[in-house]
C-alpha cells in the first residue's frame, strides 16, 4: 500500500511540476529533479527504493527506443563523424578527466575506481536540452547532435564502466581485451537490435489491429535489449537499432489508426517514465547522505564541485576544439555567419546535461565498491548542477546565441507540404474522369488543398507572417465551427436523446477532424 501511495504521490507531482514548468518556461526534467528534492525531505511520506536494475532493465530500454525510432536518420548518418567525435571521443575524455583529479584528490582511490566514476558521469540526458529547443527554437543540426549523442554515448560509457568495475575488484586490467570487448559489445547489440526491429516490422506489417500492434511495440526494445544484454553485448546499442529500424518504417508497416494510437501511446510512456526517473533521482539524496558517515563536508563538495567544473569545462573544450576538425556541422554554418556558429557551437558545449543513467550506474556498483557512497554523491551532485545549473540557464543561453530562424538545409517541411499538395491536386484532376458521379467532393478536396498551399511559407517574411496570421484565424473560425458541433451533440446526450457510445462515435469523427485542421 505505502509503494502504490508513493506511485500515486509522484504521478502528482509530476502532473503539478510539469505544468509549473510549462508557464514559467523552464525545462520540465530540472523542476522535477528539485521537486523530487522537496519530497525526500518530507517527513512521512512514503519512500520508493530506486533499484539500479530497474532503471537499466525496464526504464532505458523503452526509453531509448522511443527516441531512436523519433530520431531523422538521414540527418543521423550526415553527421555520423561528429557523432562519433561526442558519443564516444567525449565520453572518453570525460572519463580520462574527471580520473586524473579523483585519483588526485581522494587518498587511497585507485586508478580503476576513479576511471569508474569517470564512466559513470560521463553519458548524457537530451531531454532537458531537447525541450529547451523545441520550445525556443534551434537548428535541426544541433537538435541531431545532442539527440544522436544521448542515444550511442551511453553505450560507450556503460561498456567502459563494467571495464571499470571488473578492473577494480580483480586489480588487473588489460587495455587490448578492452578495446576488443568494446567492438564486440557494440557490433553484437547492433546485430541483434538490427534482427529484431526487422522481424517485428513484418510482424507489424501482417496486423491490423492497433492496440495489438502498440502492445508489441511495448515488447520491441526488450526483446532487443535483454538478449543482448545476457549475452554481454550493448543492450543499449541493441534497443537504439531496433528503434532506429522501426522508425524508420513506421509509414509503411502501420494503418493511420495504428500510427496515431502507436505515436499517442509512446509519447505517454516516454513522459511517465522520464517524469518517474527525474523525480526518483531527487529522492535518492537523503539515502546517498547518509552513505557518507563522517566525512568533512567541505572536502566532499569540494572535490564534487570540482568534478562538475571538470565535467562542463571538459566538454566545452573539446566540442570547440572538435568542431576545428573536418566534417564539423559548424564549419557548415560557418560559410553563412561565423559569429552564430560559434555561439551555436558554444550551445551544443552547454547543452551536456547528466540525468538517469549515471545515476543508476552509481547505485549498480556493488556493495564492497572502493568509496561507494562517495562516487554515488559526487555523481549525484554532477547530475544536480548540470540539470539545474545548465538547465536553467540553456534557455538564456540559447537566447544569447541569436539564431536567425534559417535552417542551413533549407525548409524540407514546406518542401514537403507542397510536394504532398501538388501530388493531391494532380490525383484529384485524374480521378475525377473516373469519379463523374462526385463532382462536389471533388470540388471540396480540391479547395481544401489549395487553401492549404495559399498559406505555405515563402521566402518573403513579409508575406509569410500574413498568411501564417490568416491561417491561425481560419483556425480559429474551424473550430468555433466544430465546438458548436460538438456542444450540440452533448445537448442531445443530456436530453437523453443519443446515448453516450454514440456521443463518443460523433466525438471522434470532431476531434479527428480538429486535429486534421491544426496539423
Given at each position: 500500500?505505502?509503494?502504490?501511495?508513493?506511485?500515486?504521490?509522484?504521478?502528482?507531482?509530476?502532473?503539478?511540476?510539469?505544468?509549473?514548468?510549462?508557464?514559467?518556461?523552464?525545462?520540465?526534467?530540472?523542476?522535477?529533479?528539485?521537486?523530487?528534492?522537496?519530497?525526500?525531505?518530507?517527513?512521512?511520506?512514503?519512500?520508493?527504493?530506486?533499484?539500479?536494475?530497474?532503471?537499466?532493465?525496464?526504464?532505458?530500454?523503452?526509453?531509448?527506443?522511443?527516441?531512436?525510432?523519433?530520431?531523422?536518420?538521414?540527418?543521423?548518418?550526415?553527421?555520423?563523424?561528429?557523432?562519433?567525435?561526442?558519443?564516444?571521443?567525449?565520453?572518453?575524455?570525460?572519463?580520462?578527466?574527471?580520473?586524473?583529479?579523483?585519483?588526485?584528490?581522494?587518498?587511497?582511490?585507485?586508478?580503476?575506481?576513479?576511471?569508474?566514476?569517470?564512466?559513470?558521469?560521463?553519458?548524457?540526458?537530451?531531454?532537458?536540452?531537447?525541450?529547451?529547443?523545441?520550445?525556443?527554437?534551434?537548428?535541426?543540426?544541433?537538435?541531431?547532435?545532442?539527440?544522436?549523442?544521448?542515444?550511442?554515448?551511453?553505450?560507450?560509457?556503460?561498456?567502459?564502466?563494467?571495464?571499470?568495475?571488473?578492473?577494480?575488484?580483480?586489480?588487473?586490467?588489460?587495455?587490448?581485451?578492452?578495446?576488443?570487448?568494446?567492438?564486440?559489445?557494440a557490433a553484437g547489440g547492433i546485430l541483434i537490435g538490427a534482427v529484431v526491429g526487422r522481424v517485428s516490422g513484418e510482424i507489424l506489417r501482417?496486423?491490423?489491429?492497433?492496440?495489438?500492434?502498440?502492445?508489441?511495440?511495448?515488447?520491441?526494445?526488450?526483446?532487443?535489449?535483454?538478449?543482448?544484454?545476457?549475452?554481454?553485448?550493448?543492450?543499449?546499442?541493441?534497443?537504439?537499432?531496433?528503434?532506429?529500424?522501426?522508425?524508420?518504417?513506421?509509414?509503411?508497416?502501420?494503418?493511420?489508426?495504428?500510427?496515431?494510437?502507436?505515436?499517442?501511446?509512446?509519447?505517454?510512456?516516454?513522459?511517465?517514465?522520464?517524469?518517474?526517473?527525474?523525480?526518483?533521482?531527487?529522492?535518492?539524496?537523503?539515502?546517498?547522505?547518509?552513505?557518507?558517515?563522517?566525512?568533512?563536508?567541505?572536502?566532499?563538495?569540494?572535490?564534487?564541485?570540482?568534478?562538475?567544473?571538470?565535467?562542463?569545462?571538459?566538454?566545452?573544450?573539446?566540442?570547440?576544439?572538435?568542431?576545428?576538425?573536418?566534417?564539423?556541422?559548424?564549419?557548415?554554418?560557418?560559410?553563412?555567419?561565423?559569429?552564430?556558429?560559434?555561439?551555436?557551437?558554444?550551445?551544443?558545449?552547454?547543452?551536456?546535461?547528466?540525468?538517469?543513467?549515471?545515476?543508476?550506474?552509481?547505485?549498480?556498483?556493488?556493495?564492497?565498491?572502493?568509496?561507494?557512497?562517495?562516487?554515488?554523491?559526487?555523481?549525484?551532485?554532477?547530475?544536480?548542477?548540470?540539470?539545474?545549473?545548465?538547465?536553467?540557464?540553456?534557455?538564456?543561453?540559447?537566447?544569447?546565441?541569436?539564431?536567425?530562424?534559417?535552417?542551413?538545409?533549407?525548409?524540407?517541411?514546406?518542401?514537403?507540404?507542397?510536394?504532398?499538395?501538388?501530388?493531391?491536386?494532380?490525383?484529384?484532376?485524374?480521378?475525377?474522369?473516373?469519379?463523374?458521379?462526385?463532382?462536389?467532393?471533388?470540388?471540396?478536396?480540391?479547395?481544401?488543398?489549395?487553401?492549404?498551399?495559399?498559406?505555405?511559407?515563402?521566402?518573403?517574411?513579409?508575406?509569410?507572417?500574413?498568411?501564417?496570421?490568416?491561417?491561425?484565424?481560419?483556425?480559429?473560425?474551424?473550430?468555433?465551427?466544430?465546438?458548436?458541433?460538438?456542444?450540440?451533440?452533448?445537448?442531445?446526450?443530456?436530453?437523453?436523446?443519443?446515448?453516450?457510445?454514440?456521443?463518443?462515435?460523433?466525438?471522434?469523427e470532431l476531434d479527428l477532424e480538429e486535429l486534421r485542421m491544426e496539423g
Open positions: 500500500m505505502e509503494t502504490l501511495t508513493a506511485v500515486l504521490l509522484i504521478l502528482v507531482a509530476i502532473a503539478v511540476v510539469y505544468e509549473i514548468a510549462r508557464r514559467i518556461g523552464v525545462p520540465y526534467p530540472t523542476l522535477l529533479v528539485l521537486g523530487g528534492l522537496g519530497l525526500a525531505f518530507i517527513p512521512g511520506l512514503p519512500r520508493i527504493e530506486l533499484e539500479p536494475d530497474l532503471v537499466l532493465l525496464v526504464f532505458l530500454p523503452p526509453l531509448l527506443f522511443t527516441a531512436a525510432a523519433e530520431s531523422p536518420i538521414r540527418d543521423l548518418r550526415a553527421n555520423v563523424v561528429p557523432l562519433v567525435r561526442l558519443s564516444i571521443g567525449l565520453v572518453l575524455f570525460t572519463m580520462v578527466l574527471v580520473a586524473l583529479v579523483a585519483h588526485a584528490l581522494v587518498p587511497g582511490l585507485s586508478w580503476a575506481a576513479a576511471f569508474t566514476l569517470g564512466a559513470i558521469v560521463g553519458p548524457t540526458d537530451a531531454l532537458a536540452a531537447t525541450a529547451v529547443f523545441r520550445r525556443l527554437g534551434t537548428p535541426r543540426i544541433i537538435r541531431t547532435l545532442i539527440e544522436g549523442e544521448a542515444l550511442f554515448n551511453d553505450a560507450t560509457a556503460l561498456v567502459a564502466y563494467r571495464a571499470a568495475v571488473i578492473a577494480a575488484l580483480s586489480g588487473t586490467f588489460i587495455l587490448s581485451e578492452s578495446v576488443f570487448g568494446f567492438v564486440i559489445a501482417r496486423l491490423d489491429d492497433p492496440p495489438v500492434e502498440v502492445l508489441i511495440s511495448v515488447v520491441i526494445p526488450f526483446a532487443a535489449y535483454l538478449p543482448a544484454d545476457r549475452l554481454g553485448l550493448s543492450g543499449v546499442l541493441a534497443a537504439v537499432t531496433a528503434g532506429l529500424v522501426i522508425g524508420g518504417r513506421l509509414g509503411t508497416i502501420l494503418t493511420p489508426s495504428s500510427r496515431l494510437l502507436w505515436l499517442t501511446t509512446w509519447k505517454m510512456i516516454g513522459f511517465v517514465l522520464n517524469g518517474f526517473l527525474f523525480v526518483l533521482i531527487g529522492l535518492e539524496l537523503p539515502s546517498i547522505l547518509e552513505g557518507l558517515g563522517d566525512r568533512p563536508p567541505s572536502e566532499i563538495i569540494g572535490l564534487a564541485v570540482l568534478v562538475s567544473v571538470v565535467v562542463v569545462v571538459g566538454r566545452i573544450v573539446w566540442v570547440f576544439a572538435s568542431s576545428l576538425l573536418p566534417g564539423s556541422p559548424r564549419r557548415q554554418i560557418a560559410r553563412r555567419d561565423p559569429a552564430l556558429a560559434t555561439r551555436l557551437t558554444f550551445v551544443v558545449g552547454w547543452a551536456g546535461l547528466r540525468g538517469a543513467v549515471s545515476l543508476a550506474a552509481a547505485l549498480a556498483l556493488p556493495s564492497n565498491f572502493p568509496e561507494r557512497d562517495l562516487i554515488l554523491f559526487v555523481t549525484f551532485l554532477v547530475i544536480l548542477v548540470t540539470l539545474v545549473g545548465q538547465g536553467l540557464t540553456l534557455p538564456r543561453v540559447l537566447r544569447w546565441a541569436r539564431w536567425d530562424g534559417i535552417e542551413p538545409e533549407g525548409d524540407e517541411a514546406t518542401v514537403a507540404r507542397t510536394a504532398a499538395y501538388q501530388a493531391g491536386l494532380e490525383e484529384i484532376g485524374r480521378a475525377r474522369g473516373e469519379w463523374p458521379g462526385h463532382q462536389p467532393l471533388f470540388d471540396r478536396l480540391e479547395s481544401g488543398l489549395q487553401d492549404r498551399t495559399r498559406h505555405l511559407a515563402t521566402e518573403d517574411p513579409d508575406e509569410t507572417e500574413e498568411r501564417r496570421q490568416e491561417r491561425v484565424e481560419h483556425e480559429q473560425i474551424q473550430r468555433g465551427v466544430i465546438g458548436a458541433q460538438r456542444t450540440a451533440v452533448i445537448e442531445l446526450r443530456d436530453r437523453g436523446e443519443i446515448n453516450d457510445l454514440t456521443l463518443r462515435l460523433i466525438e471522434r
